[in-house]
């Protein structure tokens, strides 16, 4: 099996940065792909970023510009960098692996993002 382990939020004021981290252990050759998703209080869990093991990057629209998501060559770290960070960024951030086969994603328990003057 994958675990993930998130780190790297905090409190930052407006238009500040932050990098988050995952980490991955476990099985990492079967994960096919990894994801950044965030969810804010009373809202339903949305997509910030996902990477494939070939590279290719999808971002939500809210955050296009922004982040940047990437990946260490070894695979088992996953970055999310945000720039110009605003209120609406904040959230709690989670990283999502999508497994190779039948077995279910898997997911961290998520670093609070919260971003306030």
């Known amino acids: 099996q994958v675990q993930l382990v998130e780190s790297g939020g905090g409190l930052v004021q407006p238009g500040g940065s932050l990098r988050l981290s995952c980490v991955a252990s476990?099985?990492?050759?079967?994960?096919?792909?990894m994801g950044w998703y965030r969810q804010a209080p009373g809202k339903e869990r949305e997509l910030v970023a996902r990477?494939?093991?070939?590279?290719?990057?999808r971002y939500g629209d809210s955050v296009k510009g922004r982040f940047t998501i990437s990946r260490t060559d070894t695979r088992d770290t996953m970055y999310l960098q945000m720039n110009n960070l605003k209120p609406e960024d904040t959230a709690v951030y989670y990283c999502?692996?999508?497994?190779?086969?039948?077995?279910?994603?898997?997911w961290g328990r998520g670093t609070q993002v919260t971003v306030s003057s």
């Open positions: 476990g099985d990492i050759r079967s994960i096919y792909a």
């Open positions: 999502k692996a999508e497994i190779l086969g039948t077995s279910p994603d898997r």
């Open positions: 990477i494939t093991n070939g590279g290719s990057r």
